[in-house]
Nanobody
Framework: QVQLVESGGGLVQAGGSLRLSCAAS????????MGWFRQAPGKEREFVAA????????YYADSVAGRFTVSRDNAKNTVYLQMNSLKPDDTAVYYC???????????????WGQGTLVTVSS
């Protein structure tokens, strides 16, 4: 069982930066692939980024590639999402998720956090 708690969301102007954190409980955190997803009002939850358990591989949605960076610190049971050059279209609730495979689909992940709201003003 893994419990996930996101933090770091807030209001930022376009062009600004935020760093989201996702703290995990459980001694098996380092064996999970971690993903970040987001859901804007009225839209489906969409993939943002993912990182392998050993930090070797990362994947990004085309919409955030080059602006967002996913990382993790297994010693701290924490995964991060550094978001730069934010745009109003990035406004959404951001969720972290843990799963046994790395994928871009929500159904591949077993555990989810409660989400943190990111609002980007123009």
């Amino acid at each position: 069982q893994v419990q996930l708690v996101e933090s770091g969301g807030g209001l930022v102007q376009a062009g600004g930066s935020l760093r989201l954190s996702c703290a995990a409980s459980g001694r098996t955190f380092s064996s999970y692939y971690m993903g970040w997803f987001r859901q804007a009002p009225g839209k489906e939850r969409e993939f943002v980024a993912a990182i392998s358990w050993n930090v070797v591989s990362t994947y990004y949605a085309d919409s955030v590639a080059g602006r967002f960076t996913v990382s993790r610190d297994n010693a701290k049971n924490t995964v991060y999402l550094q978001m730069n050059s934010l745009k109003p279209d990035d406004t959404a609730v951001y969720y972290c998720a843990a799963g046994r495979i790395m994928a871009r689909t929500t159904r591949a992940y077993d555990y989810w956090g409660q989400g943190t709201l990111v609002t980007v003003s123009s």
